[in-house]
Nanobody
Framework: QVQLVESGGGLVQAGGALRLSCAVS????????MGWFRQAPGKDTEFVAA????????FYADSVKGRFTISRDNAKNTVYLQMNSLKPEDTAVYYC?????????????????WGQGTQVTVSS
């Protein structure tokens, strides 16, 4: 059974930084495409960043491009989301997701497994 466990969320002032981690267990990590999504109160789930299977190619939502970086450590079965220059509008619950399809996966429905989420709050 695949499990994803996020950590690293918290409260930070605008302009600050956080690094989210997502540990994956249950299957060979490198076989998964990984993604990060977020959901703010009263809003739909929003794509944030994606990384293909085996690493390498990444893709970002326009709202986070240049500020967020997705990376993965296949030896540690972990994917990261480094978030810099945070803004109050980045406040949301952040979820990591794992998918078995090939390519960059930017739609929530393309992913097979999800973590429980971690809260990120950015104060102004």
């Amino acid at each position: 059974q695949v499990q994803l466990v996020e950590s690293g969320g918290g409260l930070v002032q605008a302009g600050g930084a956080l690094r989210l981690s997502c540990a994956v267990s249950g299957r060979t990590f490198s076989s998964y495409a990984m993604g990060w999504f977020r959901q703010a109160p009263g809003k739909d789930t929003e794509f944030v960043a994606a990384n293909v299977r085996l690493g390498g190619t990444t893709f970002y939502a326009d709202s986070v491009k240049g500020r967020f970086t997705i990376s993965r450590d296949n030896a540690k079965n972990t994917v990261y989301l480094q978030m810099n220059s945070l803004k109050p509008e980045d406040t949301a619950v952040y979820y990591c997701a794992a998918g078995t399809r090939v390519g960059l996966l930017t739609g929530a429905r393309e992913y097979d497994h999800w973590g429980q989420g971690t809260q990120v709050t950015v104060s102004s």
